[in-house]
């Protein structure tokens, strides 16, 4: 019988798998592991520790990936690149599951592995060679685990040994090394390869401090409080979180990371403010921003995916959030709307190189080019916010990347373009932001600091 978080995860994996090899139209096919892992894990009727199983072993893989092929280099004859997807999917999950996953017997990986190649119509023809790999691994458990995580070659470039190390592709791990220097490159990697927390921001017109922390501690959580935000919490152990969860069912909280919630909260709107939330997707940040303006003023919620738009519309009547309206559009033409704003937010599309931890295949799945091409729409989105920013009005620029070309120099161009925008140091926002704030006063979240994704934010203000 064919072990089903097993299955899961090999289909999964080997979906992503031919989406990283086989572009379409000459473009990567951009595989979300969230969205595929959902769909298959509810096609194998997988709930519980079997679905958390086949989560490890998805996500695990994938941040693994290329170390997990510098060893299967050194124990298979045919390097890596020549074996088909479906032998490859298979010996790194199995090897995954030696090195890592601590709880699993490395005789019960090499045996399970094997009968799912029998069953592969693809990989049945190499079950033996599959099966003859594996064992030569097990072999020797004990020096496996550190070739995984220590692949370092001495001779190669800090590129090249900080790609290795952490399992990065060649050319993100070198462009973190020239833009931000190796120790620092070392240290966004490692961040990048960890677990990230679970951030859970109390819907603050809902429910108070005293009876929500009351309602966490009998839901079996754990938890502290957020450093830079007063009504959000790092859950440090529990139940997993779903949308089946009391808290989320009942609107009482919203799962959103810390340092999105850092860049959220550098806008500031009051009650009564006329405020444009921009790339809203499903409005995480909206529900935010309507909190703090106490479901008083008006908020303009504009995203170019209708999907996104509906999941906004379920998630505000979740949280009893009213005073917002909702529009589909292109954020860098000009907007279906005829006023300017007291307050503009943009989420900007980006490669979301800051979410690796969260979102692995965003290491294969994406390209130089694609960082520029990013840049290109970046450039017309804020362009265009500003036009419909009002004299004096505050507009928060934000990406989840750490790339210059979708940070800093988006910022830079428009201050050089755009006299009558100026850029507030967000200290002056909220000192205790100082530990996460680059020279030029922009906040800048490298991974894993303080628990939180990377981020980059930059709040301008127009003349009067």
């Not at 479901?295 to 519309?313: H, I, W, Y």
């Not at 428009?414 to 996460?436: C, F, G, S, V, Y």
Request: proline share 5%; charged share 25%; glycine share 6%.
């Amino acid at each position: 019988m064919i072990d089903k978080s097993r299955q899961t995860a090999f289909l999964v994996l080997l979906d992503f798998e031919k989406g990283v090899t086989k572009p379409v139209d000459g473009k990567t096919n951009s595989v979300r592991l969230d969205t595929r892992f959902q769909t298959v894990a509810r096609s194998q009727k997988l709930t519980g520790r079997d679905k958390a199983f086949a989560s490890e072993l998805v996500y695990g893989v994938t941040r693994w990936r290329r170390s997990l092929d510098l060893v299967i280099s050194r124990y298979s004859r045919t390097p890596p690149k020549k074996l088909t997807r479906q032998v490859l999917v298979l010996l790194r999950m199995a090897l995954y599951q030696m090195t890592v996953m601590e709880k699993v017997w490395a005789h019960a990986a090499v045996n399970e592995t094997v009968n799912l190649a029998k069953k592969d119509h693809k990989a049945k023809h190499f079950a033996r060679f599959i099966n003859g790999t594996l064992r030569a691994m097990a072999r020797e458990l004990e020096p496996l685990l550190q070739m995984v995580r220590a692949t370092k070659i001495t001779k190669s470039g800090a590129g090249e040994i900080v790609g290795n190390e952490y399992s990065l592709p060649g050319w993100l791990a070198q462009r973190w090394v020239k833009n931000f220097g190796e120790q620092k490159a070392l240290e966004f990697a490692e961040g990048s390869n960890c677990k990230a927390p679970l951030f859970l921001r109390m819907n603050r017109l809902a429910t108070e401090k005293a009876a929500f922390e009351e309602k966490l501690r009998n839901s079996g959580y754990t938890f502290e409080p957020f450093r830079f935000c007063d009504d959000a919490y790092t859950i440090t152990d529990g139940p997993p979180f779903t949308p089946d969860s009391p808290l989320f069912k009942r609107g009482l909280t919203q799962p959103q990371d810390g340092s999105s919630i850092v860049a959220a909260s550098l806008l500031s709107p009051k009650p009564g403010d006329t405020v444009a939330d921009i790339c809203c997707g499903k409005g995480i940040k909206t529900g935010f921003f309507l909190e703090r303006m106490e479901n008083r003023g008006t908020l303009f919620a504009m995203d170019s995916s209708f999907p996104g738009l509906k999941e906004l519309s379920i998630n505000m009547s979740r949280l009893g959030h009213k005073a917002h309206r909702a529009v589909m559009g292109d954020a860098g033409r000009p907007w279906p709307v005829n006023r300017r704003f007291d307050h503009i937010f943009i989420d900007a599309p980006c490669s979301s190189t800051g979410v690796i931890r969260r979102h692995p295949e965003i290491k294969w799945n994406r390209t130089e080019e694609f960082i520029h091409k990013m840049a290109d729409i970046q450039k017309k989105i804020v362009t265009t916010a500003i036009d419909y920013l009002a004299p004096s009005g505050r507009m928060v620029y934000s990406v989840c990347s750490l790339e210059p070309e979708e940070g800093i120099d988006r910022v830079e161009e428009a201050l050089e373009t755009h006299k009558d925008i100026t850029r507030m140091d967000i200290r002056e926002i909220n000192p205790a932001l100082a530990d996460i704030t680059n020279r030029s006063g922009d906040l800048f979240v490298q991974p894993g600091a303080f628990g939180m994704d990377g981020f980059f934010s930059s709040a301008l203000v127009k003349a009067g």
